[in-house]
């Protein structure tokens, strides 16, 4: 499930479309999907360890309901 929110995320922060088919538009057909860009960028989503919170941003540092320092989801 969380993979599915952060390709989505990822998806609207890169401004991907996605074709009718489910696929991207920059998607070979190869089955390659165009992963190995997406594997070298960073994820913009970010989990406080303590209440589990979940954040989108390009850097955040701390938790903005309990002030924990945050995670980057890989």
Do not use: H, W, Y
């Not at 599915?4 to 057909?29: A, P, Y």
């Not at 594997?39 to 406080?48: G, K, P, V």
């Not at 390009?58 to 980057?72: G, H, L, Y």
Request: include cysteine.
């Amino acid at each position: 499930m969380l993979d599915k929110i952060k390709e989505s995320v990822s998806d609207v922060l890169s401004g991907g479309k996605r074709r009718s088919d489910g696929r991207r538009q920059s998607d070979t057909g190869d089955g390659s999907g165009g992963e190995a860009a997406a594997d070298e960028s960073e994820s913009n989503l970010f989990e406080c360890p303590s209440c589990e919170s979940v954040f989108v941003a390009i850097d955040k540092e701390t938790c903005s309901a309990c002030q924990t320092p945050v995670e980057r989801i890989d």
